[in-house]
Nanobody
Framework: QVQLVESGGGLVQAGGSLRLSCAAAGRTFGNYFMAWFRQAPGKAREFVAAIGRNNGRAYYTEAAKGRFKISRENAEVTVVLQMDSLKLEDTAVYYC??????????????????WGQGTQVTVSS
């Protein structure tokens, strides 16, 4: 069982930045394909970004390209989502997700085995 813990959410003005972190107690993420999803009130959970295991290839939704960056840091202890140029529509609960395979659907929440509890990101005008 992998327990994921997100941190770094908060309230920020439009155009600002936030840095979300995901950590798992007692283990590193080297063997896991990692992703960030988000869910706004009344909407389905949606894919934001992911990073592969060995090659570290990054994947982004169109809304995130050019503004968000996913990375592995601290010797694979944490996975970070750096979010810049935040917009009102980025407001959501952001979730960290993990799975052991690099292959398969990236966009589907059902393709991931482990989830964090979520961290709230609120962008104000």
């Amino acid at each position: 069982q992998v327990q994921l813990v997100e941190s770094g959410g908060g309230l920020v003005q439009a155009g600002g930045s936030l840095r979300l972190s995901c950590a798992a107690a007692g283990r590193t993420f080297g063997n896991y394909f990692m992703a960030w999803f988000r869910q706004a009130p009344g909407k389905a959970r949606e894919f934001v970004a992911a990073i592969g295991r060995n090659n570290g290839r990054a994947y982004y939704t169109e809304a995130a390209k050019g503004r968000f960056k996913i990375s592995r840091e601290n010797a694979e202890v944490t996975v970070v989502l750096q979010m810049d140029s935040l917009k009102l529509e980025d407001t959501a609960v952001y979730y960290c997700a993990a799975r052991t395979s690099d292959y398969g659907a990236i966009l589907s929440p059902g393709a991931y085995d482990y989830w964090g509890q979520g961290t709230q990101v609120t962008v104000s005008s």
